[in-house]
């Protein structure tokens, strides 16, 4: 490996563009590798990425160039070079566009960011996540049942005709991500489905209140937790859920978090969850149960398939990235942290020769709070604007903003935006506190983009 390095970026890039990057990224999606691209000089990078880099001076060491380091869409932009890594199939699915499948099963795909450039995601481009095998035998939406059973007083079974009877309808724009979100951008690799920024969405979901439902069925004082159940069936073919996983009654009982049932004005198409599902927003999206029957409300921390173990854990405290993690020393995953996402220039742009300015325009979010700033940087870091930032549509919807950047010249350009939630939390450069399962990846979005 070190031999082959030495034969440059280059020359390793034309002989043999496959083995190249198996071996300086080992996989689709890139990190900040520290010292790979050592011993290659500038023009071996720029020959790399396409185009000189007027901003070299200012580009940490070790840096791999976003055009290199994140796959892009398999309609290859032409700033990424042809030996960038082959990206991920797009799906094929009736209803749904062409975004990325990052495993086939159980189906995983996520939407590239340049196409979550609405305001509120179309349901063909909203991103899925399956754990399991979608239920197939689902019946008249109306008739499916959900019950609520634990520490209650009353325990309910309700089909969705009757929660649409019983309960006040609300329709929100609430943004949701997987808590795995990010996860390519962890070094070392963490287990897991390698997901960019596109494990995440805003749709406008109708559905009832939980706390509503929870009200009704009247809440013992013991009640602490939820613990949730779908009627999805697991690949190993026994009777375990696919995924169980609970929020504090809190939570629970936030105005926003929602038992759903449409989706963008459409009933709740059947891969998102239908007929009905959970919606809780800004928390990892694995407490979104889809297929929803039971919610089982505790008296402690529930404890179904992925609430222990390192599942949806992430460190208390800090270890080396790659380290030894004590199970002990973690803590179950909540409200996500800040984020922000460039939609628009496509990553891999390739710009007209003369282009002097870029109008960007982007997503932020962070969890349970709002987003106070967002800011872009041309220049890896060296300096930041501030975007034009929209207020969320409603608490928990995403905030959409909109930026201008000059260009000193022609050349390679990475774009960043990061953003700072309520309370001055900002994004960091790099995906930190690393965990084995890899949560909460959150670095500053980069995008490149050719002016040549
Ligand atoms: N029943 C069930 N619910 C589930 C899952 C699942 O595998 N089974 N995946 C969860 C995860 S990890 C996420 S991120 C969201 C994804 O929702 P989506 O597929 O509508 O985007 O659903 C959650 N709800
Ligand atoms: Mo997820």
């Not at 890139?30 to 396409?50: N, S």
């Not at 979100?181 to 997901?195: I, K, L, V």
Request: hydrophobic share 40%.
């Amino acid at each position: 490996m070190s031999a082959t390095r030495e034969r440059g970026l280059t020359e390793l890039y034309q002989d043999d563009p496959e083995r190249a990057d198996a071996l300086t990224f080992g996989r689709r999606t890139g990190i900040e590798r520290r010292g790979f691209l050592k011993g290659a000089g500038l023009g071996a990078m720029a020959a790399a990425v396409g185009g000189a880099i007027p901003f070299a001076a200012d580009m940490p060491a070790g840096l791999i160039p976003a055009a290199l380091a994140q796959a892009a869409p398999a309609a290859a932009p032409a700033a990424a070079p042809a030996a960038a890594p082959a990206g991920p199939k797009p799906l094929q699915m009736p209803g749904k566009a062409e975004i990325l499948v990052i495993q086939e099963r159980p189906l995983n795909a996520e939407t590239p960011q340049h196409m979550l450039d609405d305001d509120v995601t179309p349901t063909a481009k909203y991103f899925v996540r399956n754990n399991g095998l979608p239920p197939d035998q689902l019946g008249a939406p109306a008739s499916w049942r959900i019950t609520v059973d634990g520490e209650v007083n009353t325990p309910l079974t309700l089909t969705v005709a009757e929660l649409q009877q019983r309960f006040t309808p609300v329709t929100l724009k609430l943004q949701m991500e997987c808590g795995g979100n990010g996860r390519s951008f962890f070094t070392p690799e963490a287990r897991g489905n390698q997901w960019g920024n596109g494990a995440a969405g805003c749709a406008e979901w109708t559905g009832v209140r939980l706390r509503d439902v929870l009200q009704a069925a009247s809440l013992k004082t013991s009640a602490v937790y939820t613990g949730h159940y779908g009627a999805d069936k697991n690949l190993q073919g026994t009777d375990a859920p696919v995924i169980s996983r609970g929020i504090r009654i809190a939570k629970a009982m936030d105005e926003d978090t929602l038992i759903a049932f449409r989706m963008n004005g459409e009933a709740l198409p059947n891969i998102h969850g239908g007929p009905a599902r959970l919606i809780v927003p800004g928390w990892a999206g694995s407490t979104s149960q889809k297929w929803l029957t039971r919610i089982w409300i505790r008296d402690k921390e529930h404890d179904g398939q992925g609430m222990g173990g390192f599942s949806y854990r992430t460190m208390r405290t800090p270890i080396v990235p790659g380290g030894q993690a004590a199970e002990a020393d973690t803590q179950i995953l909540e409200s996500m942290p800040a984020r922000s996402i460039i939609t628009s220039p496509e990553h891999g742009a390739k710009l007209p020769a003369n282009t002097r300015q870029i109008n960007l325009r982007g997503a932020a979010w962070a969890g349970d709070k709002t987003v106070q700033a967002v800011q872009v940087s041309v220049d890896f870091g060296a300096s930041w604007t501030a975007a034009q930032l929209s207020a969320p549509a409603n608490r928990h919807a995403w905030q959409r903003w909109t930026a201008a950047v000059t260009l000193p010249s022609a050349g390679y350009f990475e774009v960043w935006s990061r953003a700072t939630d309520q309370d001055g939390k900002m994004q960091p450069h790099a995906a930190g506190n690393w965990n084995p399962q890899g949560y909460g990846a959150n670095p500053v979005n980069r995008v490149a983009v050719l002016v040549a």
